[in-house]
């Protein structure tokens, strides 16, 4: 698997987009017009610490809008068409291009995918799962050799099946994103995906990078059902933070007057 | 292959679907309050045949938005990871809750889609083909037996695994999918669920079923580049009718002027 | 202003919708076909309070394609065009149509709408806004009879103008907006608008209602930046939430250990 | 009115965006890597004569997800508040952030678009359109400076006052917005806008800017119903091309068979 930023660079990141939301945000607030504050902001008028921070309060406060006018593309290969059929599911602030089974005929065959607990598996089940999936390839190119339509060849393929997507995003959705497939609770190869990006992003910009994160960082709990009682370490549970204000609450109402206090 | 229809019914769908459109047809147009004029069209005080007449003028002008206020949802069941890999592209208009081959666990056995070329393939190449298939699903089965998890078993599954899908669409998009998914040059699968779909909307409202169409129907002509020369016979390449309007012109600007023109 | 709920019924939902949603949350996780979990779930086989339980579980959750489903269409009359500007902002689960003052001739007049703040201000003031606001309805008229396309005799029109819209919202989209809209610090006319849609969703269905609510309510504190040292009572601000929890594991680290602590 | 596009610059373009939409297009159809189809491209080994003939082609082809992955900034001043109620209709591929009337305090006043019809009509109605307009302003002011708060003195403000914008915009959107807004029947203010969206991106790539046109432009004629008789010149009308084709095929069905014609 392999996930590479094709767009935008770091120079271009650099010079073009923290003033482009530092636009976007000033622009809702200010008499001036969205060029003129463009350019303050390009040319350092308006200091990029300043910018960044105003950014860093807009992006907290969920005002979304402002982070979708700058995106990224990603190269994105060898991913297993597991991974890619829930990853076409997102749908706001994202497009994608994906090499399809039924145009591509996959004359130097086909690759696949090995999951990590079926390669450390009991080597004969290895074995079994490599010959099953190299079987069902042979069998691609067989069917096709016999003048199958690829488009009805493909039905032999595996989920292993590797493929490659284009997939552009603006930041708002690949912090949405970014929310769900980086909690350790996602399924670990859209994981492993999602660290790359973030890694890619992180590469350019450290300080947009640093938005890209479990979406329990920025709630400040983890509201997965499922983590209730055995959670992950990186930020507590919800149920047991807001149990926490419940108590605090309980034993400040509870204290008795202080001698100074006024009637 | 299943798809069908579990809301609304046709009760539904004749008492309130062509009043909803019409309204908002007509709350652009109109002083009237929006409430008002459903009354007015559900009570029949603005005849059916008219409420009809002005939903047909305005699909055909493209005013999308007034035909997004009416959902229909469809129960689709055995279709293909293919298939249901494609359909989920669909992005605007349309929700979809799928069989997750994540945590289901497939204790009865998962169920595959034979294509039809295959089946009607040299009987040796089906055998094969079949021992394939079958060979996936019990090595999931195995696999999980042996303590690996679904999530990763899953990965030997072939594309031929059939899912279960429920799809909610508003008409804007059931039309903009069927306009695609109904084209003779659509893949099989998928063609048909559409073909199935159009059959399922017929049933409950032919006038609304009516709009479902290969996307060359309501523009008058093919705009398949790889149809340009061998085309269906639904409607003329694109390339033709435009030749005939170009030649239709050209013989009017050369004709000689009538003996009765006036100067 | 006026927001009536003209679809669906306390029938439909209190037939259909349940179940529906149900259908979409159980397809994920079963074997069973979708049309059949419809099918039990419809005609009690699965009880009602059971489908209801899951769904609730599921919206807690975040798995927000199940409740896409099923929508909700209004008829919204008399608002202004602040408002409606702000309101079709909304772009994912909703449709909207709207008055347009491009093709609606006003011959009946264009009404307006007054702010509280304005009525109840001294008596000189709202008497100069209401001869400003009259003027420019006067103003409209004398343009469009003089000849000028009411395309551009509108732009006398204030903001105060009144306007309908039919708006179509998923479930998901009406907890959204809700979310935002029902926050003390909205602004009021949205506020109110989203108060009497909350109203007619639970004259329908108290069970889908509950979920219209503040963002605030889920989520278990205030997340609104603003709001941070003076907040409405309805839930306590994120920061605290959080400073009671660091103070509670602050507390709990530095316990000296129990006497029957296990060494 | 003023549209500046202030990202992309045209060297980016130049040197990433054909690139990025090739990448796009290729992918799909490719078992090459898209970052080693990204490099090909960028370093000219494919040669960018033959990367645009293929992006032509896709866009033809109404392949419309390759031209979602690059985006266009546009600073839009000094608009009326009629066409940004219009414009922010717009939802796909598209993100907006404007000038707020409930936070910005306007200290210097607000400005105001004068309609043509009005600049030019009776002297005297071009002044009282002015006083009322005028008068808006200064009421504004005076219920500000009463204590109103701003986001109620704004209901006073006429259609005609400017505002600002920050739109970006991916190729498939601009090209769709600009299908609907370059059109002689779109309202002139938002088609004038459209006119100098279309400048700049022709400004930063005349080849990506040759895509910027009335969509009778791609159909080859126009489906505005209610141009069918007194049509502009841009495209004929839908209803003469297809009479045109009709006629044509009466025309050569109707043909005697020709002398040396097999029985």
């Known amino acids: 698997m392999r996930a590479t930023l094709v767009f935008p660079t770091r120079e271009i990141v650099e010079r073009y987009y923290v003033p482009l939301i530092y636009t976007a945000c000033r622009t809702c607030y200010s008499e001036l017009a969205p060029d003129d504050i463009f350019e303050r902001a390009i040319d350092g008028r308006i200091p990029p610490a300043k910018q960044r921070e105003l950014i860093g309060r807009v992006i907290e406060s969920g005002h979304g ?16 068409r597991t991974l890619s059929h829930q990853l076409v599911r997102h749908r706001a602030g994202v497009a994608f291009d994906q090499q399809s089974q ?18 450390e598996a009991d080597p004969e089940l290895l074995a079994r799962y490599e010959d099953q999936v190299e079987g069902a390839l042979e069998l691609y190119s067989e069917l096709v050799d016999s003048g199958i339509p690829g488009e009805d060849a493909r039905f032999v393929f595996p989920n292993a099946t590797r493929t490659n997507l284009v997939m552009t995003a603006n930041l708002r959705a690949l912090i949405h994103m970014s929310g769900l497939r980086l909690c350790t609770m996602a399924q670990w190869e859209i994981r492993r995906l999602f660290q790359l990006i973030r890694h890619e992003v992180f590469a350019v910009s450290p300080f947009l990078g640093s938005f890209l994160a479990p979406k329990c960082v920025p709630l400040g709990y983890c509201d997965e059902a ?38």
Chains 1, 2, 3, 4 share one sequence.
């Open 65 to 80: 809008s402002t982070i979708e006018h700058v995106v990224f593309t990603f190269a994105i290969t060898g991913v297993s």
């Open 102 to 119: 039924r145009y591509v005929s996959y004359k130097k065959g086909a690759s696949t995918m090995l999951p990590g607990t079926i390669a």
């Open 226 to 263: 499922g983590n209730r009682d055995e959670h992950c370490p990186i930020r507590p549970h919800k149920d047991r933070v807001l149990e926490a204000w419940a108590e605090q609450a309980k034993r400040q109402s509870a204290q008795p007057p202080r001698a100074d206090a006024p009637e």
